[in-house]
T-cell receptor, first 115, second 116 residues
Framework: AQSVTQLGSHVSVSEGALVLLRCNYS??????LFWYVQYPNQGLQLLLK??????LVKGINGFEAEFKKSETSFHLTKPSAHMSDAAEYFC?????????????FGTGTRLTIIP | ETGVTQTPRHLVMGMTNKKSLKCEQH?????MYWYKQSAKKPLELMFV???????ENNSVPSRFSPECPNSSHLFLHLHTLQPEDSALYLC???????????????FGPGTRLLVL
């Protein structure tokens, strides 16, 4: 069974500092990996996804993530945090197993930006 | 409107009430989903519909009853809920679901439900 672990339920960074949100996954087959962001009182919005090909994936709002198979990781980064990045971030894995394309989500990481 | 919309945005109901949550997608997608988001827990997939047929039911209690009358609309009928059912209920849609589809899911803003 697939699973996702997000280390750190809360992360605080100063405005302008590097953002690093950690995600490790467990999957029996090569996975598709996703990062979603949830702003207060809103639904989830796709930031980026990895399916195949280049392991460094660029998303919206300056975020990127790198798929590292050897480490079973898909950490999310942004070089310089902005106040508008304050939100909850969810990592998700989808097993590429025909007939069972379910998203399994992590518990989320709440990102706080310190002025 | 564009994207995925959900109504109502907030709902308070007693344990003996019957209510329904509505989801509508304006993306031309063929698959729709209901998720439950509880505090400090991962999102839980409840139901998946593809081309108006249910393809997934993750052992959800029968007090939750989904309905998909067409590919643009999805309902979640609620009756005799329990306080532990209080959560944010999210609807999502994707181009397809099932064999061969690994499509991005687009989420609505959710309905925050409180059961008293």
């Amino acid at each position: 069974a697939q699973s996702v672990t997000q280390l750190g339920s809360h992360v605080s960074v100063s405005e302008g500092a590097l953002v690093l949100l950690r995600c490790n996954y467990s999957s029996s087959v090569p996975p598709y990996l996703f990062w979603y962001v949830q702003y207060p009182n809103q639904g989830l919005q796709l930031l980026l996804k990895y399916t195949t090909g280049a392991t460094l994936v660029k998303g919206i709002n300056g975020f990127e993530a790198e798929f590292k198979k050897s480490e079973t990781s898909f950490h999310l980064t942004k070089p310089s945090a902005h106040m508008s990045d304050a939100a909850e971030y969810f990592c998700a894995v989808m097993d590429v197993n025909f007939g069972n394309e379910k998203l399994t989500f992590g518990t989320g990481t709440r990102l706080t930006i310190i002025p | 409107e564009t994207g995925v919309t959900q109504t109502p945005r907030h709902l308070v109901m007693g344990m003996t009430n019957k209510k329904s949550l509505k989801c509508e997608q304006h993306l031309g997608h063929n698959a729709m989903y209901w998720y439950k988001q509880s505090a400090k827990k991962p999102l839980e997939l409840m139901f998946v519909y593809s081309l108006e047929e249910r393809v997934e039911n993750n052992s959800v209690p029968s007090r939750f009853s989904p309905e998909c009358p067409n590919s643009s609309h999805l309902f979640l009928h609620l009756h005799t809920l329990q306080p532990e059912d209080s959560a944010l209920y999210l609807c999502a849609s994707s181009q397809g679901a099932g064999v061969g589809y690994q499509e991005t899911q687009y989420f609505g803003p959710g309905t925050r439900l409180l059961v008293l």
